[in-house]
């Protein structure tokens, strides 16, 4: 029996961009109406998408277990 199938491969193209211009494109500038609502949020001391958000760091922070960093070859509090 002769098989039904073709011998050839198709050759994969792979697509490389042309680089990009030495000047980077400027960012589109939000509408007013969310530069506006970004300030009320920020004036009413509220989470603003792109700024510093000290409870979720607090928040996202790893929690230490007792003795995780500790030598277990070590009694604790110094063997008392």
């Known amino acids: ?17 042309p ?3 030495s000047v980077p494109p400027s960012l589109p500038q ?3 109406i969310y530069s506006d609502l970004m300030r009320v949020w920020t004036d009413r001391g509220r989470t ?9 760091v607090r ?4 929690l ?5 960093f500790s030598d277990p070859r070590v009694p604790p509090h ?3």
């Open 1 to 17: 029996m002769t098989p039904t199938y073709s011998a050839t491969w198709r050759q994969r193209r792979v697509f490389v961009p």
């Open 19 to 21: 680089p990009a211009e």
């Open 30 to 32: 939000d509408p007013p």
């Open 48 to 56: 603003v998408p792109g700024r510093h958000d000290p409870e979720w």
């Open 59 to 62: 928040l996202a922070a790893p």
């Open 64 to 68: 230490v277990t007792l003795g995780q």
């Open 78 to 80: 110094g063997g008392r």
